[in-house]
């Protein structure tokens, strides 16, 4: 599967933002998309997985409340809604997919498929 990711850039503190990920096919049915983060100097963390065949949604603690990941079945898209973003959410935004599900939703090892990440910049 491929995946394309899409709607970064510059974003104030405060405002919303929406990213988008389009993969080319459902490989990832019985699995689950997911988004991940990585920030200058620091290592890719998770940000927000969604099972697709349960539709169920998680979330890292420090983007819970403020972020919604949500799908598009038809188009086989996954968006990630953030709200009120913050300057330390700036970072490069990874879409990724992953077509076995299993409880470490968080682990970016278990995802055999990346999108060429978008960068978002939060400015205070």
């Known amino acids: 599967v491929q995946l394309q990711a899409s709607g970064g850039g510059l974003v104030q503190a405060g405002g919303s933002l929406r990213l988008s990920c389009a993969a080319s096919d459902r490989t990832f049915s019985r699995g689950a998309m997911g988004w991940f983060r990585q920030a200058p100097g620091k290592e890719r963390e998770f940000v927000a997985a969604?099972?697709?065949?349960?539709?169920?949604?998680y979330y890292a603690d420090s983007v819970k409340g403020r972020s919604t990941i949500f799908r598009d079945n038809a188009k086989n898209t996954v968006y990630l809604q953030m709200n009120s973003p913050k300057p330390e959410d700036t970072a490069v935004y990874y879409c990724?997919?992953?077509?076995?599900?299993?409880?470490?939703?968080?682990?970016?090892?278990?995802?055999?498929?990346w999108g060429q990440g978008t960068l978002v910049t939060v400015s205070s």
């Open positions: 990724a997919a992953r077509t076995v599900w299993a409880i470490d939703y968080w682990n970016s090892k278990q995802y055999g498929y």
């Open positions: 969604l099972r697709w065949d349960a539709n169920m949604k």
